[in-house]
Each structure stands twice: as C-alpha cells, then as structure tokens.
C-alpha cells in the first residue's frame, strides 16, 4: 500500500498513464521530450544556484515543474532571494544564472 505524504513527488508516472490510456505514440514521446527538458532546466538552474548561494543547511530540492514557464521559475527565485544577504559576487552569480536559465 501507499501512503500520501507532503512534498515532491521524486517521480511523475503520468507518461506511463498516458500510455496505457491509449494516447497517440507522438504524443507520448512528446511527452516524453519535454519532460527530459524540463528536469535538465530544473537541474541546471539547481546546480547554479546552489554553487552561487547554497542554503545554509544544504541545497534545498528543486520541484519538478512541468506546467510553469521558466520565467516565473526565475521570478519565483528573485522573490525567495534574500538580497541583503547576497556578497555582490554572489548577486553576480545569481544574476548570471537566471540570465542562462531565459534564454
């Protein structure tokens, strides 16, 4: 049996759903490529960030995040800075890293 617990999931089996459902096989590997898009965003953006301004008690985990534009994945990450804190390298680094992340 399961059981539900808060926080991320560290895996989405809703391709595999998709899959016995029926769904076309182009849709699937669509599917399939976006979300290999994604999780390498979401870990390049991680990697970045962590070695720019690591959280004081280790690098938090990143939500896989399917649905949202990376725009507001970089907006979400300004608004959770604590700019005050930052060394000016530290900004520097920062700033690079969602720069990367739009484009």
């Not at 960030?49 to 534009?69: K, M, Y």
């Not at 979400?76 to 804190?85: I, P």
């Amino acid at each position: 049996m399961r059981k539900v617990e808060p926080g991320a999931a560290s895996r989405s089996y809703g391709i595999e759903v998709a899959k016995l459902a029926g769904l076309p096989p182009e849709l699937i590997e669509r599917a399939r490529e976006v979300l290999a898009e994604h999780e390498s965003a979401e870990h390049q953006l991680s990697a970045a960030l962590s070695s720019s301004h690591p959280p004081p008690d280790g690098p938090a985990e990143v939500q896989l995040r399917i649905f949202t534009p990376l725009s507001q994945q970089v907006i979400d990450r300004l608004t959770a800075a604590e700019v005050e804190k930052l060394t000016p390298l530290e900004a520097l680094n920062l700033l690079a890293a969602l720069k990367k992340q739009l484009e």
